[in-house]
């Protein structure tokens, strides 16, 4: 399968961001090999959407928290391919703040941290973009009360 990264190339200090400063990169990813491998607690997600808030244009400057020549970490929204946590299921959809890599590992140690949540029961495939908007807040909101 085909798996594409948002890249940070180079880093903006001043002015607004475009492409220039990006770089997709596209490879070769074992479905497969990546189930295979999963360790206990571990999930593997594809990603269906993420966000392009205004904040990010922050994380590029070379003081921001993005490094060059690494995936850019944004809120996104996806399913999960496959799993061994007690926490998602096959199917499940979630939201997180990940690296913008279409298909990846989730660790049983990010999932630990907290940067995630479970949208399965809240919304289907078809308006998972709401998980990186408006509901998103709300679930985080909920979730810390």
């Not at 400063?21 to 999963?38: C, N």
């Not at 496959?82 to 660790?107: C, H, I, R």
Request: charged share 25%.
């Amino acid at each position: 399968m085909k798996c594409q990264s948002l890249l940070l190339k180079s880093f903006l200090d001043n002015g607004v961001p475009d492409a220039s400063i990006f770089e997709v990169e596209e490879h070769d990813v074992d479905i497969q090999a990546l189930q295979d491998g999963l360790a206990e607690g571990d999930i593997l997600v594809q990603l269906l959407v993420a966000s392009a808030d205004p904040y990010l244009r922050f994380h590029v400057k070379s003081t921001g928290r993005f490094k060059l020549n690494e995936p850019i970490r944004v809120y996104v929204a996806g399913k999960v391919l496959a799993s061994k946590s007690n926490l998602y299921a096959v199917g499940d959809l979630f939201g997180a703040n990940l690296p913008l890599t279409k298909v990846q590992v989730v660790s049983k140690e990010v999932l630990q941290s907290g940067s995630h949540w479970k949208l399965t029961d809240y919304l289907d495939e078809a308006h998972i973009s709401l998980g990186v908007g408006k509901l998103k807040i709300r679930l985080t909101s909920a979730a810390r009360h």
